[in-house]
């Protein structure tokens, strides 16, 4: 992660009283521990109301506070500062925070339980989300194919069921060249079809499938490949198909 942004975060957040002891935290004028979650809900806001600092300070700040607290509240609130009234935030620091983090060692789930039920669930968002963390990126993620644009491109995949099918379909078909991305596209072709936001061109999904190496046995690949095969676009619209399915794959 960002140390750098982290030990801003750890100093802005001493200078209210709130001070990291141990494994834990305190906070100093109550006498109390806190956990990550209560700090995030009483100061991960107040960062955007911090007029000592510009926009874009505000952003990397918050992001330091994400690394310290690992609490997906902290992208909560970086979501509504983005979408409120004072908003937008500046959006290549903002957008370069998001990639920085899903390229990192670190499993970021904060970051991608944001994308998943924040952005990209959002149809108002979700299209610009999607291109900022990986659609725009995609032809030099294929070509480059690096450990960090892998992983990158990797856990975007994985959450990227709520997308809409014309927005995340080239993408799709991109990555599809690299086997590495295979199961996390799988993951995304089952999210689309069973997030109840999900979205799914059952023909489109099906030569996908086609293309994908593998293991016969995968969990959830036979019932897939019938579902979108019979023309289904989502779980939600015929419970049954996917339960016939299961039944199909077990007899």
């Known amino acids: 992660m960002e140390m750098q942004a982290m030990e801003e975060a750890r100093r802005w957040l001493a ?28 100061w991960a806001g107040e960062v955007f109301s911090d007029e000592g600092l510009g926009g874009a300070e505000q952003v990397r ?41 899903l390229e990192a060692d670190r499993d970021p789930e904060a970051i991608t339980y944001s994308l998943w039920v924040d952005w990209f669930e959002d149809h108002d968002t979700s299209a610009t989300a999607f291109a900022e963390v990986l659609g725009n990126d995609i032809d030099h993620i294929v070509a480059e194919a690096s450990d960090s644009l892998l992983r990158r491109a990797g856990r975007v995949l994985a959450c ?54 593998l293991p016969a046995n995968t969990p959830y690949l036979a019932e897939l490949r019938s579902v979108v095969a019979a023309g289904h676009v989502n779980h939600h619209r015929n419970v049954h198909a996917w339960d016939e399915a299961v039944r199909a794959s077990t007899d």
């Open 15 to 42: 200078e209210r009283g709130v001070v990291e002891v141990g494994d834990g935290w305190v906070d100093i004028e109550a006498e109390r521990p806190l956990t990550a979650n209560e700090i995030a809900h009483s």
């Open 61 to 101: 700040l918050a992001f330091g506070m994400l690394d310290l607290l690992d609490d997906y509240w902290v992208t909560s609130e970086i979501r509504f500062a983005d979408q409120g009234s004072e908003g937008p935030l500046p959006a290549d620091v903002l957008w370069d925070g998001y990639r920085r983090r």
């Open 160 to 213: 990227s069921g709520p997308v809409p099918w014309p927005v995340k379909q080239k993408v799709y078909g991109a990555v599809v060249r690299l086997p590495a991305l295979h199961r996390p596209l799988f993951k995304g072709l089952l999210a689309s079809y069973h997030d109840a936001y999900g979205d799914l061109e059952p023909a489109a999904a099906l030569a996908l499938l086609a293309q994908l190496e």
